[in-house]
């Protein structure tokens, strides 16, 4: 049953200010009332993820692993309990996140085994060579956890990227201890996660001050997380400008940290003139597809389409706009989103060039209307407008003259999550040369695919230069998401009985670099 409270370690605190989820479908507002945190609730949230860091952050790979395992097996096991609640909150369809808790409880999983691999210790010994003039030391290097992370809820992933979401899930396999900030518009979902990971914490023995979490409307509230002279990092899933007011936080603390915020991208997708000669309507009918999924709601939405003018770009277009008729209107996350989405686009369709192609079909006012837009190259060129991210179900297809307009709209853009190339054998050429590109552009580029939809593998990258995230080094989604907290320590003529014993002689299991050379 919720009760409202935060999760300070292992005590539940209640505070006198309350506020209340709302039902995304109908605006009503949701039992229980749930506890404001205060400015004592974070200071002491936060110190007690420092007194546990020094446990936590030593602790056994095997067992750290075990705690994670735990964690999952309890969240899975919350069951359509948890999927009703996120239902209400976050208006989403019970498929969408059932799914979506499949792949937090996988997540948790896979950095599970990621610990007991121990690659990402990246364990490294040159031996002392005597004689060397000057002699060289016997250098032995490992990572270690920064400390402990604040993590921020996210609005549109109310699972995967919240409470036990993937910055938190990395942050517990790097050995941080971490304070989460929960979403406002999902307080039950993140008591009813939040609840489980405290028992994981519990029963393995761990220092409660491992996870707490802290619910609260005010903004006030993230900054005071992020300017705690105790956390060592964040971990930001939202918009450009939570984002930077939170870098701001943190590069102005007496000691500044990092900030590892995900932003803003518009994930441009390129029609090469032979796959949209081929299939042009085939090609108009997915667009609208990706675009309209989950009410346009992803990061790594398709916000622009950029394609030679002429007739296949003109048969894609039609067939865009046929299929647009088609697609219901869907409840949008929050009434504050909707109502952004809606003055965005009523900007957007005022901008000089700007034409409507198509809208989906009408829906309640909870409700978001798929739309996509055409201009031309000069016109988008012309008009930084046509290039702002619009969060929701919008996107806009640019008629360009030829490939080398094409290149320079690109080479103008703003770093990227996605890039996107369809192409046939017959494109392979000219798509070669927009390959560096994209490169420089974005963090990961699809062929023949679309953006939406990101697996949680070895190899995936959820990141890119920077609006898209705070550091294009980074990624938020993936086993490589556990670097961001952790920072390296070389141990030079330590003794054999001091050194961790991963980096003492005769350790095996774990690849390390020996003098040079990759070994296990």
Not at 48 to 66: E, I, P, T
Not at 320 to 331: F, I, N, R, S, W
Not at 445 to 454: D, E, F, K, Q, R
Request: proline residues 6%; hydrophobic residues 45%; negative net charge.
């Amino acid at each position: 049953m919720l009760v409202g409270s935060n999760f300070i370690g292992a005590e539940r605190r209640t505070s006198e200010q309350k506020f209340r989820a709302t039902d995304a479908a109908t605006g009503k507002p949701l039992e229980p009332d749930f506890s404001e945190a205060t400015a004592d609730d974070v200071a002491a949230a936060c110190l007690a993820a420092r007194d546990a860091q020094k446990v936590f952050g030593s602790l056994a790979l095997a067992a750290r692993a075990a705690f994670l395992r735990l964690a999952a097996d309890k969240i899975d096991a919350l069951g359509d309990t948890l999927t009703m609640r996120a239902m209400q909150e976050s208006g989403l369809p019970e498929a969408r996140l059932k799914g979506e808790r499949g792949r937090t409880v996988g997540q948790l999983r896979l950095f599970a085994d990621e610990i007991e691999q121990g690659e990402w210790q990246q364990l490294r010994i040159d031996h002392a060579q005597t004689g060397t003039t000057p002699p060289k030391p016997d250098l032995r290097l490992r990572m270690i956890p920064l400390g402990p992370v604040a993590v921020f809820g996210a609005s549109n992933f109310p699972l995967a990227f919240s409470v036990a979401g993937g910055d938190t899930a990395s942050a517990f396999a790097a050995g941080c201890c971490v304070v989460v900030k929960g979403h406002p518009a999902h307080p039950g979902t993140s008591e009813l996660v939040a609840g489980a990971i405290a028992e994981a914490v519990a029963e393995c023995g761990l220092p409660a001050g491992v996870f707490s979490l802290v619910n609260g409307t005010s903004n006030a509230l993230g900054e005071m997380l992020v300017k705690d002279p105790r956390i060592a990092a964040v971990g930001f899933t939202g918009s450009r400008a939570g984002g930077l007011a939170l870098m701001k936080h943190a590069a102005g603390r007496p000691v500044p940290i990092p900030v590892y915020a995900e932003m803003s991208s518009i994930n441009p997708v390129v029609l090469m003139p032979g796959r949209l000669e081929e299939a042009a309507e085939q090609l108009g009918q997915a667009y609208v597809g990706s675009l309209s999924l989950g009410a346009g709601q992803f990061c790594t939405n398709p916000g622009i389409v950029l394609a030679v003018a002429g007739d296949a770009l003109d048969r894609f277009i039609q067939a865009a706009g046929e299929t647009l008729k088609d697609v219901a209107a869907q409840t949008m996350l929050t009434a504050g989103i909707r109502r952004a989405f809606e003055e965005h686009t009523a900007a957007l369709g005022k901008l000089p060039g700007a034409k409507l192609i198509g809208m989906g079909a009408e829906g309640s006012s909870a409700c978001g209307r798929a739309r996509v837009y055409t201009v031309g190259g000069n016109e988008f060129l012309a008009e930084p407008g046509f290039a702002a991210e619009v969060f929701g179900p919008s996107s806009i297809v640019i008629r360009c003259a030829d490939l080398e307009q094409m290149t320079g709209i690109l080479e103008g853009l703003e770093g990227q999550l996605t890039a996107t190339l369809h192409m046939n054998e017959a494109d392979h050429a000219e798509a070669e040369k927009f390959i560096s590109i994209l490169e420089q552009l974005a963090g990961r580029i699809l062929a023949n695919g679309w953006p939406t939809g990101v697996d949680v593998t070895h190899a995936m990258v959820h990141g890119g230069p920077f609006p898209a995230t705070s550091d294009g080094r980074s990624t938020s989604v993936g086993t490589m998401a556990i670097g961001r907290f952790l920072r390296p320590v070389s141990y030079q003529d330590m003794p054999e009985a001091l050194l961790p014993i991963a980096l003492r002689e005769g350790s095996c299991g774990v690849p390390r670099r020996v003098d040079g050379k990759l070994a296990i």
